[in-house]
């Protein structure tokens, strides 16, 4: 038998033309089988496909009984076949019975073939089935043959994802991979709201339609070309401070950067063009190949560079087809849903926001910037939503459930309905809402609770007033050097914080310092890797160790509120001689503004916030220093319960409301009130009606939110007994549960309070 692969362009076109003609489904896939043994030399030609239960059902076969098929099944991990599929790998045996994986199916009739070679079909890096060619004679498959092989089972993959070969109600994963289907998947919340809209890819995927090269050498020569302009566009992003159109971090781009210059990644492409295939399905099956061998990856940081080259091979793509990247300038649904694997606070805020009403993360945490951002701009939002991008087409639409962090693709219209209601019903919320914007949050038992916003951008000005809020308790000044693409300067910063102390007149604004590091990177500022970022040079850190950085900010905060009262805080202060420091650099640029007559704002209150829990055990050194203090309850509760915010395993392990952390901020609200200081706490908590139950119990009278927590949290708030909560949490503080969110629920419960 000859070892030669028969001309795979010819068997490509056949199986094309196989797969058009008219009959049913079974006689098209009957003819592939037999084209593909032929074309081969084959004596045996089998195609496996994916069933409901992890099952393998044979579905066509050339040389083996005919009466096995849709009779021979194995489960995925279960014989040659089954191996193939669970390793999504190819298999190149010269005995395969003598293989420790064989499993013997006498309905076959395969015992008389020795030699075997199978390849996973693969759609999306998922296996929707198993490609088997066999001899009678013992002999080792040339890789040319495995490669023409696989590049068939591509080929194969499209036209049944394309056809209506399978009945999508009884071939689960096939069905998932066709579009059309209704999903639903489970992420968590990151922003609480219903919204019903039309998905927006932040990054579309370039599907490729045209799969068989006319012309090997030109494909060849087009791939080549493109590599060499997306190592050079590479090289040209790394080469600018400006980073912000790129929508990556140096970080990333290097990692790209080694990615592109890979050879051997080149010539697997090259190789799989020399098969038949055009430059873009080339791309397309390696990477479709490289992604499935890497989701089977047990080692994280492997897993995690999949993206790196998804992201890479798309890129690719685009420069191929010529498509550019996505556009926030684009046109928006006005029902916009964003989807992303992640994104940064100023790739979201680049969208019209107007027209966005939701966005979902395959990754993202409930604490990371983009998700504080998607709460400031009212967004319902899900994180967490693995695979969402693999099940989602540019325009499906989607419901977002930011309540509880499900997600429903292509819903039904009994879904839609349901939702639809269940937006109605939130609206008429949001009216009850609107109707006490100006009245005071006050306890039944008289008791006012300053109830504040959240802000960092002008945009979020508005939000303040619609909302009814007592003043700004947190702006985060770092979200402007976070958009920007270069540093602000002294006049850019000057004019923001001037503009937003006229939005926000008589009304109090406290304004923290710049807080970057962490999850908060700067484009144009290069930070050293670190190997627990939140734990490292970050906040008030930088803001010392560059104090012109500090200083320049200051200038502009003083400038900005001449004539008016100024409040600032610092931020993660961890001891008292950091406050002291940032403090001696506030009164040097106080006394500068009177060295030249310079107006000056009419009062100064200069803060700190607790985000570190060794602050704590100095107040009494400390509160006698500053001016009020602040609890940043995202980053406290990371620190005290030593819990990555960002890291989903632990994200959600502790709660606020445990024993533990209770006794912790009531230990500061006694030295707060022993000392006569104001005390506020601005973390994302506070924007939850039973965590700000709880505060106020505690004895917290000042807290900021998101603007739309705002209505929730007053309406709890006016139906609230503070006395007898206060009572009834002194017997919480010494539990030894891990939580006693169940206890505040039946309270608030038998008082009818509104949550």
């Known amino acids: 038998m000859r070892r030669d692969v028969g001309n795979p362009r010819v068997l490509l076109r056949r199986l094309r033309e196989a797969m058009a003609e008219p009959g049913s489904p079974q006689k098209r896939l009957d003819k592939t089988v037999v084209l593909i043994a032929q074309n081969m030399v084959t004596e045996v030609c089998s195609l496996y496909l994916l069933r409901k239960g992890n099952l393998l059902e044979l579905f066509a076969t050339q040389g ?30 010269t005995d395969a019975q003598a293989h420790p994986a064989f499993a013997y199916r006498p309905e076959t009739g395969e015992e008389i073939y020795k030699s075997l070679m199978g390849v996973p079909i693969l759609r999306g890096g998922r296996v929707i089935g198993v490609l088997v060619v066999q ?77 068989i090269a006319e012309d090997v050498d030109q494909e060849i020569a087009r791939l080549e070309s493109a590599v060499y302009e997306l190592r050079s566009s590479i090289d040209r992003m790394l080469s600018t401070s400006d980073l912000s159109h790129a929508g990556e971090h140096r970080e990333v ?36 190949d490289t992604r499935a061998r890497m989701l089977r990856q047990t080692d994280p940081y492997l897993r995690d560079r999949l993206h790196d080259l998804d992201d890479l091979a798309n890129r690719l793509l685009r420069v191929l087809t010529g498509v550019g990247l996505s556009s926030v300038s684009a046109m928006l649904p006005d029902d916009a849903i964003v989807i992303a694997r992640n994104m940064g606070p100023a790739e979201l805020l680049d969208y019209d926001k107007s027209k966005l009403r939701g966005l979902v993360l395959e990754e993202g945490a409930a604490n990371a910037h983009v998700a504080i951002v998607a ?35 292509r819903p039904s219209q009994e879904v839609v309905e349901a939702y639809s209601e269940k937006a109605r019903f939130r609206a008429r919320r949001q009216e009850q809402y609107k109707a006490i914007r100006h009245e005071d949050p006050r306890t039944l038992d008289g008791v006012r609770v300053d109830l504040n916003v959240n802000a960092g951008l002008l945009v979020d000005l508005p939000h303040m007033e619609e909302s009814g809020a007592d003043g700004i308790g947190l ?28 939005a926000a007149g008589d009304k109090p604004v406290v304004f923290r310092t710049l807080d970057i590091g962490g999850d908060k990177v700067l484009p144009y500022m290069k930070v050293a890797n670190e190997e627990n970022p939140a734990l490292g040079w970050r906040a008030i850190r930088i ?48 006394r500068r503004l009177e060295k030249f007559d310079k107006p000056r704002p009419t009062s100064l209150m200069v803060g700190t916030m607790l985000e570190v829990p060794s602050l704590a055990w100095q107040f009494d050194t400390l509160l006698p220093l500053v001016d009020f203090v602040s609890v940043g309850s995202n980053d406290l509760l990371q620190f005290f319960f030593a819990s990555d915010r960002g890291n989903a395993r632990v994200a959600q392990r502790y709660d606020l409301l445990s024993p533990a952390a209770l006794n912790f901020l009531r230990h500061v609200v006694l030295a707060c009130e022993k000392h006569e200081v104001p005390l506020t706490l601005c973390g994302e908590v ?39 909560l206060s009572s009834f949490m002194e017997a919480l503080y010494a539990r030894p549960d891990a939580t006693v969110r169940a206890e505040l629920l039946r309270f608030a419960e038998e008082n009818d309070i509104q949550l």
Not at 255 to 269: E, P, Q, S, T, V
Not at 377 to 390: N, Q, Y
Not at 575 to 587: M, W, Y
Request: charged content about 25%; aromatic content about 4%; proline content about 4%.
């Open 135 to 211: 001899n009678r004679t013992m002999r080792h498959y040339s890789e040319e043959e495995v490669e023409a092989l696989e590049t068939v089972a591509m080929v194969l993959a499209e036209l049944i994802g394309a056809a209506d070969l399978l009945d999508a109600d009884e071939f689960s994963e096939v069905a998932a991979s066709q579009p059309g289907q209704p999903h639903y998947l489970a992420g968590t919340s990151l922003s609480e709201g219903i919204a019903l809209g039309h998905a927006v890819l932040h990054e579309p995927r370039v599907h490729v339609t045209h799969l």
């Open 686 to 724: 506070a924007g939850k009606p039973l965590e700000a139950m709880a505060l106020i119990g505690l004895g917290f009278r000042r807290i900021s939110m998101s603007p739309a927590a705002v209505g929730p949290v007053k309406m709890m708030v006016r139906s609230l007994d503070t006395r007898a």
């Open 375 to 409: 709460r400031a701009l009212g967004l319902s939002a899900v994180g967490r939503a693995d695979g969402v991008l693999d099940h989602i087409e540019d325009g499906d639409a989607i419901i977002v459930d930011g309540d509880t962090g499900e997600l429903y693709i």
């Open 475 to 502: 702006f985060r000044t770092e979200l402007q050097f976070m958009i920007a693409s270069t540093l602000p300067s002294q006049k850019d910063q000057q004019e923001l914080y001037q503009a937003v102390l006229d």
């Open 543 to 590: 803001a010392l160790d560059r104090p012109a950085l500090l200083r320049h900010q200051l200038r502009a905060l003083l400038a900005a509120a001449a004539g008016r009262e100024l409040r600032l805080m610092f931020p993660m202060v961890t001891e008292v001689s950091e406050f002291v420091r940032a403090r001696q650099l506030v009164d040097k640029e106080i």
């Open 253 to 288: 781009l290097q990692a790209y950067r080694m990615f592109a210059n890979d050879r051997g990644w080149l010539k697997r492409m090259v190789d799989v063009v020399r098969t038949g295939l055009t430059a873009e399905a080339a791309v397309e099956r390696v990477q479709n």
């Open 64 to 93: 083996l009984n005919p009466s096995a098929v849709h009779q021979t099944r194995l489960r995925v991990g279960e014989g040659l076949v089954g191996d193939i599929a669970q390793h999504a790998r190819p298999l190149n045996l």
